[in-house]
């Protein structure tokens, strides 16, 4: 195999009581011998891991530091769309997106309108031919440099959905975890990440140091450990080796799927506080964190309960 493969996998949306938790997946192929710490030399200087010293620029790290109360929403934009630009078509709205990611709209409609109605353009605040100058220049740097990036998937769990699982007797922590692991063994595949040659990449999921027995139980095939430490937990079985890694979006693939991860979640933000201003006036939008939550439930409980909405469908138990 004459190639280096990685995944990268990270989430946002973990904490929040209102909207959804997102998981994002990219996939990488580099030159042969290059470890995933090694791609950001390979992306330099298109690529600004901090500020950037040219417009040229594409920021890239963990989406916490990029996108903070509300400021930097245009670079994790044009980062994701011009990495999505590489290998699809720019999407024109939310609802096409999440359609193209193929997630079925049976019940969300009912349980979740904002998504449909009125429409969220996209790109929301960057203009469309920058991120196109954007995809021209990231696609010709890539190609020189031997390096191949797709935007593989994301995992889009509703409150609906996310409480559902709670019932299932699942905990938090462990959905985070299986959904991850899920999403990263529905990517791998024998035509685009052959067995043994991928190293899929993970932010350490809160506190958790062990994985091998989640790994076995999602994965179907024995896992070994290779090491278990303060900062990194390792382990290999048939489809690769997994890595569990403390501040893990330092990595160039969990750095973009934080980023992928992000975008999709605020953009779901957008359009859930952007339906509910439409009706309550003066209403301050939320992030969907605990107690400022709370505030916002109960200015739209009353219209919840006049429009037939379930409070289940909406806010998320843990």
């Not at 409150?159 to 899920?182: C, G, M, W, Y």
């Not at 893990?248 to 750095?255: M, N, S, T, Y």
Request: charged fraction near 25%; glycine fraction near 8%; charge should be neutral.
């Amino acid at each position: 195999n004459a190639m280096s493969r990685f995944l990268g996998i990270d989430e946002a949306g973990y904490g929040p009581n209102l909207g959804p938790l997102v998981i994002g997946c990219t996939q990488w192929t580099a030159p042969k011998g290059i470890t995933a710490s090694e791609l950001w030399s390979l992306l330099d200087p298109l690529i600004a891991r901090e500020r950037r010293t040219d417009p040229k620029q594409l920021r890239l790290g963990d989406s916490k530091s990029i996108y903070q109360a509300g400021k930097g929403f245009a670079e994790l934009e044009r980062t994701v769309l011009a990495f999505w630009g590489l290998t699809g078509e720019l999407p024109r709205t939310l609802e096409s997106w999440l359609d193209g990611w193929g997630f079925p709209r049976h019940g969300l409609e009912e349980d979740e309108p904002w998504y449909f109605e009125p429409a969220l353009p996209l790109p929301a605040v960057v203009p469309p031919d920058l991120i196109q100058a954007d995809i021209s220049r990231l696609r010709d740097h890539l190609e020189l440099k031997g390096i191949k990036v797709r935007l593989a998937g994301i995992e889009w769990i509703t409150p609906t959905r996310f409480n559902q699982l709670l019932d299932s007797h699942l905990n938090k922590a462990n959905i985070l975890t299986s959904l991850s692991v899920e999403l990263a063994r529905d990517k791998t595949t024998l035509r685009e990440c052959p067995l043994k040659s991928t190293h899929v990449l993970f932010d350490r999921h809160g506190g958790r140091k062990t994985y091998a027995g989640i790994l076995t139980d999602r994965l179907g095939v024995w896992t070994r450990v290779v090491e278990e430490s303060a900062a990194l937990s390792r382990y290999e079985n048939d489809y690769g080796s997994f890595q569990f890694q403390v501040q893990g979006e330092q990595l160039a693939p969990v750095a973009l799927a934080s980023m992928l991860a992000k975008y999709v979640r605020e953009l779901s933000m957008l359009a859930f506080n952007r339906y509910w201003q439409l009706r309550i006036s003066g209403l301050k939008p939320t992030a969907g964190y605990p107690l400022d939550a709370w505030r916002y439930l109960e200015a739209i409980r009353p219209l919840m309960e006049t429009e037939g909405m379930k409070l289940e469908r909406q806010w998320r138990a843990k």
